[in-house]
């Protein structure tokens, strides 16, 4: 076999080639994304509504009969459906959490022959990292539920479908039988993004009754019939029950926690600048003054029941919900401040799974706030997505199917989560006499408040954390995490 | 009229290629990947760092991205923390190691492979799994492991991982403690290419084990050494698991690294063009450090 010569001259030849063509594939046409296509024009049919013709009937002596005419066949279209787990819906379970779905899709094709679903169930933990990487490679779904933060992230990302003009060809019947508060968590600026779906209200505070029993303070629970309390109403109830076991667990008021990959998943906590009537920015002017009396009091209570009070866990800094979590199921917090129904619909499904032990009762009560300000409970609309369409053949049949994901027959789904969805007539059908939901529809949901939905929304909402860390790591008294939060707010906002 | 010159290939250069063809056919796949996957993203990266690129458009902006870098604290603050957290990595992990090899190099060769084989065992468990059982270890609760521990003596639980002031301490931890079972077989390698005769000679001459070891082992296994020093540094400085999956990069940014920001800055904030200018920049840094660990790398030792 001969031996290969290569001396230096030949090998700098053969490597500049290569550099060359490295360089030449490089920089070929940049990877520009095209905008997102336009919501369809205001005269595009809607598909739902429509009654078939009526048959004809037998033709009057001799009169000939015109040959009917073959309605013209749909074009075939694959719509992209992703979804989190559903095992408490329909036919789901812990072995198939998609079965639901799968149901739906087999449902919705055999009426829609024209159309494919390819449907993927996503992960609650990896789901939303995957959403992400999903669009970055323009490989993301055409309709995903968003809980409401997600919904919120999408929004200011600018990547879903306005479907104003989709939404006003809808019967004013079906347009009326969603609550209005949940078409008002799904606009931005006068247009629509999504279909409401789930109408959580997820603000709602909840008591763990179990632990208020042991401790002897059923007296400073919060009364019927709307569940309200102040601030100095739920210190004292932190205070009482802040408490060492027998067996030298530790019980706590309340856990708080600071540490999350992303500021918009510690929305919760939100609910303490709401207490004295602060909010984190304002959408309209497009300011925060956070740093004013109200927003440094928040921090100052927050701060407070760490290192002052001593009825939350020290190291608020680096907690996680993890950490949250742990402690509520180890019946070791008292108060959580958000999910108050979710967690009590959800307590037998968790103690049959042994996530956590009866005896182990919750009590869904409104978040605190202080005497004459104004009770908000941080929104939590679920929102049927409906992501930007770059081919807008496909886009009827996306808006449709996602109108018929959130009709009110397949809304009754929830009547295995929570007698509270986005539809009026679903929810009375569901509830019935319900108190609870009762108690939702006539003093949680008038009080929601919605997630802010700016372009720098995910940013800010970092910079709350932040700015919540650095308080309760010491390097900033609470005064001056507000005000650095305040400028640093107003510094994305305003574009400096 | 004067024509452009255009020199094709020198006619030795096609012989040598149509000779040895087969070689080059079997080079073209690997380095097909290695253009596709590597070179290409890293020459395209490079030309994002000019750019403002979000979900939706691109535009030129020429060096914004670089001077918005250079007055980001936060990325000088990653910078610190990374550059701390490979300063002690290295040094004391490839120590650990050392130490490890030569505690098991006088042993018989049938324990020497039971103690090769536990410890690379980590090596091969997904990093993920690891950092999940560190963060049960960590609790801050007096169920973690250690804090558990801690109670048995009576003491308050740790915040471990919550405390600005331990956490990069603790995240270290995760790094150090059974992290080190590659270096070990490598070095355990080296040492056993070492000629006996060597030790033979020192004992002969009244050498103790000590002085064995700094004298003879120490200096011909000095090569193993800095190129594990090199692969550390280099791995180091790209260390992410960690601080993902247990602290989030904080409390307060105190285990935020590179990596990590460069992940935050592009997959939580997308901003492409920014992170690709902080993966540059790191680049260059990596770059820089390894020229230097390979300008030591190049003296020669003889026997």
Redesign the interface.
Known sequence: M?T???NRR?FI??AA?TATS??L???GA????S??TQAPAANTPVPAATNAPAATTAPVENTPVPAPTQPPAKASVTLKWWDFPRSWAGAGSAEKPNAWNEDLVKQYTAENPNVTIEFTGVSWSDGP?KL??A??ADQGPDVMYGYPALFGKMLS???LQDITNYVSLMPKDDYNDFYEAGWKFVSNQGKIFGFPWYYGTEGEWAINTTIVKEAGAEDLLPKAPDFAWTPDQMLELYKKCTFKRAN???VWGTVVY?????GINLWPYWSFPYMYGAILYSEQDRKSDFGSEAGVKSFQLLYDLVNKYKVA????????S??LN??WNRK?DTVRVSSGVEIMNGLKTAIEAGTIQAPFEVLPVLPPVEKGQQQKVSGAVGVMMVFAQKDSSKSDEVFKFAEWLTNAKNMEVFNQLSKLCARKSTTAKMSGDDPLTKWRIQYVLPNMASYSKAPED??ID?AWM?AL??M??G?QTPEAAAKAFQDEANKLLQGA | MNSAKFHMPSHSLLREIRKNLWIYLVLIPPFALLLIFTLIPIVQSFLLSFKEWTLHSTRWIGLANFTHLVADPVFGKALLNTAIYTAVVVPTGTAIALFLAELVRPQPAAVQTFFKSAFYLPAVVAAVVIVLVWRWIYNPANYGLLNYLLSLFHKDPVLWLQDSRLALAALTATSLVGGQGGAVVFILAAMGGIPIHLYESARLDGSTRSKEFWYITLPLITPTLLYLAVMGTIGSFQVFTGTYLLTNGGPNYATTTSVFYIYKTGFQHFEFGYASVQAIVLFLIIMACSAFLFKMLSEEFEY
């Open positions: 001969s290969m010569k290569m030949n030849k053969l080639l490295t360089a594939a490089s920089c940049p990877a520009t994304v905008a997102p990292q992400d990487v669009l970055t990302l600018n990547v030298g667990d530790q600071t540490s999350d990959p992303q866990p020290p190291g608020a800094a680096g907690l996680t993890d950490n742990e402690l070791q995910i940013k970092d932040q860390q650095a309760y790591d390097k």
